[in-house]
T-cell receptor
């Protein structure tokens, strides 16, 4: 399978705990995105990496959220001191700057977080 | 800021055409997209249109863009049960960051056999 993969697929945690999600993009893609999707809503942009550089961050990304892409390949999204409002599907996507400006983003299956 | 709005639900009979509508607010939108999300699966790009185009056709899919009214539609001809999914309208604009894509709430398409 050469698509975007995310782990774990499901995570249940208690309020106040820290969680970390991993995204492995398509291997030749140097752009990587994180989105959050709550029930009945569309994906909301969180942050974007080009290689290892984090170039954009949404106002949605509070101080409790941090994302890294240390070697420009896989990325991690950490949420500290989780709150019930953090319960959502966290989506990762990747794309390649091939000159096609429409910038097709390929999405992973997501990590569903439930905070009790 | 950017906003994308869609109706929540559409029900059609198999073989009929489906039309899903979307409005957006960002006048600097460069590309507009339609994504499909099936249960348990990631989002899949169906088609896109550049903002200087009025129409784009791709097999059973027709995208119409009215830039003046900021209205986008997706027509699916000969709708099949396999088309049942949630369809998201999305736009990429100049504001809010070069790579930011703003999604609508999604329209759930139900195809009745």
């Amino acid at each position: 399978d050469t698509g975007v993969s995310q782990n774990p697929r499901h995570k249940i945690t208690k309020r106040g705990q820290n969680v970390t999600f991993r995204c492995d993009p398509i291997s030749e893609h140097n752009r990587l995105y994180w989105y959050r999707q709550t029930l009945g809503q569309g994906p909301e942009f969180l942050t974007y990496f080009q290689n290892e550089a984090q170039l954009e961050k949404s106002r949605l990304l509070s101080d409790r959220f941090s994302a890294e892409r240390p070697k420009g390949s896989f990325s991690t999204l950490e949420i500290q001191r989780t709150e019930q409002g953090d319960s959502a599907m966290y989506l990762c996507a990747s794309s390649i700057p091939s000159g096609r400006a429409y910038n097709e983003q390929f999405f992973g299956p997501g990590t569903r977080l439930t905070v009790l | 800021g950017e906003d994308v709005e869609q109706s929540l639900f559409l029900s059609v009979r198999e073989g009929d055409s489906s039309v899903i509508n979307c409005t957006y607010t960002d006048s600097s939108s460069t590309y507009l997209y339609w994504y499909k999300q099936e249960p348990g699966a990631g989002l899949q790009l169906l088609t896109y249109i550049f903002s200087n185009m009025d129409m784009k056709q791709d097999q059973r899919l027709t995208v119409l863009l009215n830039k003046k009214d900021k209205h986008l539609s997706l027509r699916i001809a000969d709708t099949q049960t396999g088309d049942s999914a949630i369809y998201f309208c999305a736009e990429k604009g100049q504001s809010g960051g070069y790579q930011k894509v703003t999604f609508g709430i999604g329209t759930k398409l139900q195809v009745i056999p």
